[in-house]
């Protein structure tokens, strides 16, 4: 184990599953796996499916993770790559039957079931599945959702949403990414000139890229490689499926209120994430939809 974290140095090994694969517990018996290939390491948690860390080898780490983020079962950890599903944001109402819902939706709370995993030529592939009984009678309909997390020189996370109910089902979400980056000399190129911006609900237009006092936008998507670049980091980030990336980085005055967020951590981080955010994209009986980022 090499990644630094305080909640990450503390957990027990349980189990080596393969050359390439070790789980560990914390205290509270949650678990966490470790994959360690020739090409990258990466950490992630069964509570959310929730990638923690992600370090192609001879590289810096790509994530972010809050040092003072609480890994506890009802809490949603800060950092690292969230998954935001049924829907993106704050809750509605399009879920016909559902009345309230947390912000970003049920999955990152919940504790995923690693159901596969394997080893090809130059990446490791787990399968993840969130359960879905209890999800299924709060939602009102059937469902399966899967998360492929594909490690290697690329870290490839696929959430792939099946209705398997008689119904159209409507569906949003967001690969919510927190990448490493020193705010103060960020670059970000890619993104499309224009977008909505989630703090004064007003549409901007912005040629080149630069932060508000509080960043929170939702742009277009395009079929561009957007790419953050400071003076320690370079990230490539490819979103597929998506109909908006969103940008966010609460900025001091929010983030120094927010409990698991350590002192001036809001400048070591920008959120860039593949989502599917509009309320009425629907997903027909029998059919899928993936919500892809692949990061290099
Ligand atoms: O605090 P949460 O629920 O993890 O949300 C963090 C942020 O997530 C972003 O995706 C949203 O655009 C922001 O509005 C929100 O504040």
Same mark, same amino acid.
């Given at each position: ?5 305080p ?12 050359l390439?694969?070790?789980?560990y517990?914390?205290?509270d ?10 090409f990258a ?7 959310g499916?929730?990638?923690?860390s992600?370090? =192609? /080898?001879?590289?810096a780490?790509l ?11 009802n809490?949603a950890?800060?950092? #690292?790559?969230?998954?935001?599903w =049924?829907?993106?944001?704050p809750?509605?109402?399009?879920i016909?039957?559902?009345e309230?819902a947390?912000?970003h ?12 995993f ?11 599945r969130?359960p879905?009984?209890?999800l ?10 899967e998360y /492929?997390?594909?490690v290697g020189k690329q870290l ?5 949403? @099946?209705?398997?109910s008689?119904?159209?089902i409507?569906?949003g #979400?967001a690969?919510?990414?927190y990448f ?5 000399s960020? @670059?970000v ?9 989630s703090?004064?609900k ?10 508000? =006092?509080?960043?929170? @936008?939702?742009? =277009?998507?395009?079929d561009?490689v957007?790419?953050l670049?400071d003076q320690?980091?370079q990230?490539s ?10 940008v966010?980085?609460p #900025? ?9 967020v ?13 989502a599917?955010?509009?309320i009425d994209?629907v ?10 980022q692949?990061?290099?």
């Amino acid at each position: 184990m090499s990644f630094n974290h305080p909640n990450i140095a503390s957990l027990n090994l349980i189990k080596k599953h393969h050359l390439f694969l070790s789980e560990y517990q914390d205290a509270d018996q949650q678990c966490y796996f470790f994959v360690e290939t020739p090409f990258a390491e990466l950490y992630i948690a069964s509570h959310g499916a929730h990638v923690l860390s992600y370090k =192609p /080898k001879d590289q810096a780490e790509l994530l972010w993770l809050s040092d003072t983020s609480a890994f506890t079962p009802n809490k949603a950890i800060r950092g #690292g790559v969230p998954i935001c599903w =049924p829907f993106f944001g704050p809750y509605k109402g399009q879920i016909t039957g559902l009345e309230t819902a947390p912000n970003h939706g049920f999955a990152r709370t919940q504790t995923w079931e690693l159901s596969n995993f394997e080893s090809l030529d130059d990446e490791f592939v787990m399968l993840w599945r969130l359960p879905n009984a209890e999800l299924q009678q709060i939602l009102g309909f059937e469902f399966e959702v899967e998360y /492929k997390v594909s490690v290697g020189k690329q870290l490839k996370l696929e959430l792939t949403t @099946r209705n398997l109910s008689q119904d159209n089902i409507v569906i949003g #979400g967001a690969l919510h990414s927190y990448f490493n980056a020193d705010i103060t000399s960020l @670059r970000v190129d890619n993104l499309a000139n224009h977008y909505l911006d989630s703090v004064d609900k007003k549409s901007k237009q912005q040629q080149i890229f630069s932060l508000s =006092p509080q960043t929170d @936008r939702i742009y =277009p998507s395009n079929d561009k490689v957007i790419s953050l670049r400071d003076q320690h980091h370079q990230v490539s980030i490819e979103n597929i499926g998506n109909d908006s990336v969103v940008v966010w980085n609460p #900025g001091h005055d929010l983030a120094s209120g927010m409990a698991d967020v350590h002192e001036n951590a809001e400048q070591q981080y920008l959120c860039v994430e593949s989502a599917q955010s509009s309320i009425d994209f629907v997903i027909k009986p029998g059919t899928s939809h993936s919500l892809i980022q692949v990061i290099r």
